[in-house]
């Protein structure tokens, strides 16, 4: 396979949508913000659920990992970080404008290194998993990691931390986030269309697809899982560094380790989008998010029950996703070369929608 | 950190209060042993991993709760926790796990995983988040001079939970079903071959499971307590059980249940209440690396 890289078309339309999307509507920036999140979730959940057919339950543990990691960088830097988390602390601390950025620029490096830090460590654990042991191994980490926070008093325990407060007006606040996450999220995609393009997608691949076979032809399938897994790690790691900074305000358990929501949310959108593909996540976080941002609050508390529907109807009817939809209804606008005679038969050897009746 | 070896120095003074510990475990723990048992056979049946199990449970504990507040002996419930569960049992299967069975385990995984997410959020709805409690009435047994204090009703619950379990296995042994059930799970081809509809051994199978997590929960509901979100501790709970113990070996699956109540019981009264759920996520990650450790074996053996 050739060394592919963005198409320089796709590259000036992305980054077009990213700087016009503020201007256009500066009224939505935060939405926008979270909508580019939410590819950096899908896209980098993918590199093991779709790529490498690991399904984890638990990516949401570095998103977590690298908000307390950078919030403790950042303030560590200048303060005690016991003294300032503590909840009898009545001085109010003011953090420089310098001292705001060196911070919060060291802070996200260290939160994407101790990301991908904590994946290799964890990786010990749960890749021995196979199957539904790995998800289930993997939401325990996630899990864990909550409830350590939760009662670790040095941390500010389930009360949170108070994020040092950006420098500057609101709206320069919007647009800095804003941009970061967009950069993060362009990042992103161009690392992975480069990656799945080298002998690394191809071995990940081939992990998902038979991981013996794989082991069996001398690829070190313990070394992928684990870069593979370092990889989503450290890029989740520096948008919870980004993102913590963006709220002001960090909690375990429903803003750092949202197991029940951004955690499903990645999983989702996945699958919506198609499981395995390149724009599948993309194509399944704007979907998702869009659709999430315009009904929301219009379920006066059934939001979640229809959440909960929504995964089960996903799961259950639409499994092979928007894009894994297209794939099969014109394969030749994917670049994939169909038998006239057999069609159907061919698309599904392919390998990209798992289909019902193939399973018996 | 003070407090926790206080405790302990507590448990080494006065041996006594072990046994107390021991035994509130054991009483516990039936209850685990029932329906990690479900658990165990929907899995070796099926090979579906039930993520909503833990949440069976919530409804049939919230069963009783309601009917407890009705003014209608929470013992009561037990039967109409059972009858309510099969029917729910059976809608689930013919809407969402008749047509996952097939496919990968995810699927499954995660298909179980969005009705614990709906069945939640619904019993949050309908009974708001607050902790509620089933009470019947009974009295609290004191022995040693008051060191030990059994509550009746943990007793009751022990019992039944005890009377459940043979029941449930000796239907496996002796009755015609239980027989096509014990076939499918040692080879679904092979019995259809013989003549067993397996779709039907499938469906009875999942409703038999949700109708002892409903009689579970109502026993819950009347020791314990009920909680819309109590659920997923539940399930992480009866999947530790069946994976420290396999699901395939049943005197194991109730040998862990009643380890894991005392397990608990222990673990509360050195660590404090409030770790409850990171010591049996911790346990989780502890039995996974635990069985990793012995695959790999299996594995060098192998090589």
Known sequence: ?????????????????????????????????????????????????????????????????????????????????????????????????AQYFT?????????????????????????????????????????????LIASWEWLGAAAGISMPVFPGAPEAQKLFFYFLLFGLAFV?????????????????????????????????????????WSISAFFLGIAGAIFGNMTGFIEPRDIAFPTTTFNIFMILMVLLGGKGTFWGPVVGAIVFDVIKEVTWTYFLGWQFVALGLLIVIIVVYFQQGIVGWLMEKYPSRFGIRVAPKESDQYVRSIGLAPHPEGAE | MEQVLANISVLAAMPIFNLGLLIDGLLVGSIFALAAYGLALVWGVM????????????????????????????????????????????????????????RDLFTSLLATFGIAIVIQQGLNLAFGPDT???????PTLSF????????????????????????????????????AIRATAQDARAARVLGIDTEKVYSFTFCLNAAICGAAGALVAMVWNVQPFLGTTYSIRLFVIVTAAGFGNLPGVIAAGFGMGVFEQFGGFVLGAEFQQALIVLLLLAVLAVRQLQQLRVRQAVQ
């Not at chain 1, 009898?88 to 003011?94: D, F, K, L, P, S």
């Not at chain 2, 569960?85 to 299967?93: D, R």
């Not at chain 2, 509620?132 to 009974?138: E, T, V, Y």
């Open chain 1, 1 to 97: 396979m050739n060394r592919a890289s963005l198409h320089p078309l796709t590259i000036t339309g992305l980054l077009f949508a990213g700087i016009a999307a503020p201007l256009l509507f500066p009224a939505y920036t935060n939405q926008a913000a979270v909508l580019w999140l939410m590819i950096v979730f899908a896209s980098t959940w993918d590199i093991l659920g779709g790529q490498m057919g690991y399904n984890s339950l638990g990516n949401i543990f570095f998103f977590g990992a690298g908000m307390y990691t950078s919030a403790v960088v950042q303030i560590g830097l200048f303060y005690d970080v016991g003294m300032y988390t503590s909840g009898a602390r009545t001085t109010h601390i003011v953090f420089t404008t």
């Open chain 2, 132 to 138: 509620q409690s089933a009470h019947a009435d009974l």
């Open chain 2, 144 to 179: 040693a001079g008051g060191l030990i204090t059994i509550a009746a009703t943990r007793v009751v619950g022990f019992v039944f939970a005890i009377l459940l379990a043979v029941a449930v296995i000796l239907f496996m042994k002796k009755s015609r079903m239980g027989q």
């Open chain 2, 47 to 102: 090979n579906v991993k039930n993520l909503a199990q833990g949440d069976f449970i919530m409804i049939g504990g919230y069963l009783t709760w309601s009917l407890g507040r009705h003014g209608i002996n929470p013992l009561l419930g037990i039967p109409v926790a059972i009858v309510v569960l099969w029917g729910i049992g059976w809608i689930l299967y013919r809407t969402v796990i008749s047509k996952v069975i097939t």
């Open chain 1, 188 to 228: 992103v995609l161009v690392f992975l269309r480069w990656l799945y393009s080298t002998n690394f997608g191809l071995a990940i691949n081939a992990i998902r697809d038979d991981e013996e076979k794989a082991e069996a032809m001398g690829l070190h399938t313990r070394r992928y899982k684990r870069v593979a």
């Open chain 1, 103 to 147: 911070g919060f620029a060291l802070g996200a490096v260290a939160a994407g290194i101790g990301a991908a830090a904590l994946a290799l460590v964890t990786s010990w654990i749960v890749f021995g998993l196979r199957g539904p042991y790995f998800a289930i191994g993997t939401l325990g980490v996630a899990v864990a990691g909550a409830e």
